[in-house]
Nanobody, 119 residues
Framework: QVELRQAGGGLVQTGGSLRLSCTAS????????MNWFRRAPGKDREFVAR?????????TYGDSVKGRFTVSSDSAKNAVYLQMDNLKPEDSATYYC???????????WGQGTQVTVST
């Protein structure tokens, strides 16, 4: 069973930065995709970013975070990172990583980490 462990998050002021990490206990499949989602209280889950962990590591971002967030990976550590810059209060949410073999497949989930951006 693969476990995804998240780290990072916390409280930051508007305009600040945070970095989240998501580390897999083992690589689920030879080819896999790591996603980041977030959910704010009373709102639906929102797609944040995705990275494919093969080839040229293609990245995809949600419209609300484009230009501010960057997803990257370290294959040697089975880790994926979400660098969040120029944070806004509306970025406040619980952030989750989720891994799967295909786009749209979310077989494994991290435990979630809270991000709070103060005004």
């Amino acid at each position: 069973q693969v476990e995804l462990r998240q780290a990072g998050g916390g409280l930051v002021q508007t305009g600040g930065s945070l970095r989240l990490s998501c580390t897999a206990s083992s690589r689920p499949t030879p080819l896999w995709i790591m996603n980041w989602f977030r959910r704010a209280p009373g709102k639906d889950r929102e797609f944040v970013a995705r990275i494919t962990l093969w080839g040229d590591a293609k990245t995809t971002y949600g419209d609300s975070v484009k230009g501010r967030f960057t997803v990257s990976s370290d294959s040697a550590k089975n880790a994926v990172y979400l660098q969040m810059d120029n944070l806004k209060p509306e970025d406040s949410a619980t952030y989750y990583c989720a891994a799967g073999q295909f786009a749209g497949q979310y077989t494994y989930w991290g435990q979630g980490t809270q991000v709070t951006v103060s005004t």
